[in-house]
């Protein structure tokens, strides 16, 4: 066996050795190059194809490897293997923002994806969360309209406030996520001073089947979660250092210096569920934690880089219906339909048998029906249909008393849900802003939405969002409108949307 000093040779991609990697193939030192030489086309077509479309939203991020270890018991809420006591289960993790582009700076503000893989002996458990503990919209149909709003405009091509602050201030129930937005969780100042959250609420079921709503809290090690920087610090980073928040954690793993988070969860009996005097499972909403206290159930560590970006991190995918034993979704609307959609971005962005790759593979032996379709690598064995009486896999009929099954009935309708006694999307981001917020940060979030406000946002939609602060609090609502009109007076000078030719005439 060749020792790691003796140089290896170049290959193709069929493992044949190659000639040269500096000189095509010609007729002459001076001559044409020939079509035959297969190392270069291979080269140059391999090339043309490099990039795969990224991801719509969440393209800009990176992440790691590690694993996670129970330090709690929690069996007597769930039986899922992976949360049994002293249990250790590998783990992938990746980080990002959510509207800029793959090469987008890491300090816009945004909202920060926290999705986290279990490799679990029972199957691949993916939670895919944020670093706020809410999102805008409640339903699922608004969210490509959302996330239309944050990108880009079909004229110039240019993210532009007043259709964000449009969409925002025509969607009350955003208040309370763009509060966090607003305030110093906007641009967190490194990845791993920051804490995720599930922010959907999922089911778990215990041995005895007992079902219970949890939400997921993880919570950085590193300081106290809230580590930010300041506008002006991140827009001198994003010219700086676009990619800060990706060096920084690969740097900080390969000295060593190995981030942590501690899981807890915020457990809900089933049946309180049906009277609690706010929608449970409503994504505009938190739990208050002292009708829901944290429970500590486990940690989790990372200390692995990848080592090809593309294959580990870029080809890396997380879906919600990735629910082993013991765990299982909710009512939650926007849940219900990221059960669908993430897969369904997965089949379109890496191919239909993007679960065979490397990243994306479970540890645990897979028995499937599913069989051909581009880059099926994993061989499939007859029979391939069910039912059939020549030893296939079968089915566990005793999942249908398994976790993410609960009772429903009613009418269909296209409607919100059904209001609550303390349903409302004003209250929660009220008592942000009074209650957890100190004096300095409340002056910092008035300033960095009156920056906002005064960058490209029209009248009619600015005092929309006036009306919108004062909605939440009376006295945040005219500081911010007193700030946007010091700096820019009144009315605002610029025509927002209605800039665009598209535009005839402007609705009301």
């Not at 700076?105 to 945004?110: E, L, N, V």
């Not at 827009?235 to 501690?262: E, N, V």
């Not at 939650?332 to 994306?360: C, E, T, W």
């Amino acid at each position: 066996m060749a020792d790691d000093k003796t140089p290896r040779p170049t290959t193709t991609d069929a493992g044949i050795p190659a000639a040269s990697d500096e000189h095509s193939l010609t007729i002459g030192r001076d001559g044409p190059i020939v079509l035959h030489d297969h190392y270069l086309l291979e080269q140059m077509a391999n090339f043309n194809r490099e990039r795969i479309p990224e991801r719509q939203p969440h393209a800009k991020g990176s992440g790691a490897f590690g694993h996670f270890e129970v330090t709690n018991d929690v069996s007597k809420y769930t039986k899922a293997k992976l949360f049994q006591p002293g249990k250790k289960t590998d783990v992938a993790i990746r980080f990002s923002t959510v509207a800029g582009e793959r090469g987008s700076p890491d300090t816009w503000r945004d909202p920060r994806g926290f999705a986290v893989k279990f490799y679990s002996e029972d199957g691949n458990f993916d939670m895919v969360g944020n670093n706020t503990p809410i999102f805008f919209i409640r339903d699922p149909l608004k969210f490509q309209h959302f996330i239309r709003s944050q990108k880009r405009r079909a004229d110039n091509g240019l993210r532009d406030h007043d259709m964000q602050w449009d969409f925002w201030t025509l969607s009350p129930e955003s208040a309370h996520q763009v509060t966090y937005l607003m305030g110093d969780r906007g641009v967190p100042k490194t990845w791993r001073e920051m804490n995720g959250y599930s922010s959907h609420t999922y089911m778990l079921v215990n041995e005895a089947g007992e079902k219970f709503w949890v939400k997921f809290h993880f919570h950085t090690d590193q300081g106290d979660g809230n580590a930010y920087f300041s506008q002006e610090e991140a827009d001198k980073m994003a010219g700086m250092d676009g990619d800060y928040h990706r060096r920084d954690l690969f740097d900080a793993i390969a000295r060593g210096d190995y981030p942590s988070w501690t899981l807890y969860w915020q457990i809900m009996p089933y049946e309180e569920a049906k009277t609690y005097r706010i929608n449970p499972f409503d994504l505009t909403k938190v739990w208050p934690h002292s009708d829901y206290p944290l429970i500590e159930v486990g940690k989790l560590v990372l200390d692995r880089n990848p080592t090809d970006f593309h294959t580990e991190i870029e080809q890396l995918a997380f879906e919600p219906n990735n629910m082993v034993p013991g765990t299982g979704l909710s009512p939650d609307k926007m849940l219900l339909a990221r059960g669908f959609s993430y897969s369904d971005a997965h089949r379109a962005r890496l191919g239909v048998n993007y679960k065979q790759i490397p990243v994306n593979k479970p540890v645990c032996p897979v028995h499937s029906y599913s069989k051909d379709g581009a880059m099926r690598v994993e061989k499939v064995a007859d029979p391939v249909y069910a039912p059939n009486s020549y030893g296939g896999p079968s089915a566990d009929p005793s999942l249908t008393e398994e976790a993410g099954l609960w009772h429903a009935d009613g009418e269909m309708v296209r409607e919100a849900y059904t209001l609550r006694e303390d349903d409302d999307d004003f209250s929660q981001p009220r008592a942000l802003i009074r209650d957890v917020m100190d004096d300095a940060a409340r002056e910092r979030f008035v300033g960095n939405v009156a920056g906002h406000l005064c960058d490209g946002v029209s009248e009619k939609v600015l005092q929309r969002a006036f009306e919108y602060w004062r909605n939440v609090d009376e006295e945040i609502g005219r500081r911010i409108e007193q700030a946007v009109h010091e700096e820019q007076g009144s009315p605002s000078p610029s025509p927002g949307m209605a800039s665009a030719e598209a535009i005839t005439e402007p609705a009301e």
